[in-house]
Every structure is written in C-alpha cells, then in structure tokens.
C-alpha cells in the first residue's frame, strides 16, 4: 500500500469510526468520567472517591482512564484531596484493594475539559 493510499484511507476511515457511537473510544469515555464525577459530587455533598464515580459509568467506559482523569483534575485544580483514603474498589483494572484518595470537587467541571498533557 503505497503512502498517498494509506492517507486516503485513514482520511475517509477516522472520522466514520469516531462519528460510530457503537465503537467505545477514548473521548467518549473521558466525558462519560467527568459527567460522573461530578454526579458522584452532586451525591456525595461534594466528596468523590473513585469507587463512588463508577456506578455512573456506561459499560463502554475503559477502567484504565478513571484514576487518569481524576489525576488531571487533581492538576487542574478541580478536585482537592482530604488526606482521606478509601480502598480503590475497581476489579477491572486491578486495584481493587488499593487505596485511593477521596476528594473534594472545588468547581464545577466542563464538560469538554481535556485533562491530557500537552
């Protein structure tokens, strides 16, 4: 396959499967884990703790990227820790017995905020 069809390729075949709601992907999963944090907010008098997130979760979501988008927005200043731990709860990625830091949510979150490193 030479390069000049390849571009071709991925220029009609990318944004088909990112426009396919049937395919999980990386976007969709960051959105659906800040929509739930701050569900897990409204419920929990602000607090959030990793395993309270999870219920708000659709099963398509990837469990490797909760605790990386709760560490961005330890970054950017939207959630603050308490000095509490709980234990991380999470099966799927293999923490389950870990302790995780519980929370507070100081603003509200966009829903478009791209907590990724430059």
Known sequence: MTAAIQD?????????I??????PN???????????????ADAHRGLVHI???RPYLPASTNPQMIGA???G??????LLAT???LPNGGVAAGNASKPAKVSRLTRPIPGDL?????
């Open 18 to 23: 990112a426009a396919d709601s049937s395919i």
């Open 51 to 53: 395993s309270w997130v």
């Open 69 to 71: 988008v709760i560490s």
């Open 83 to 85: 000095g509490r731990y």
């Open 26 to 40: 990386r976007v969709a999963s960051r959105v659906a884990i800040l929509t739930a944090i701050s569900m897990a």
């Open 114 to 118: 791209d907590t990724r490193k430059p």
């Open 8 to 16: 071709d390729l991925f220029t009609v075949l990318l944004p088909t």
């Open 73 to 78: 927005l330890h970054l950017t200043g939207h």
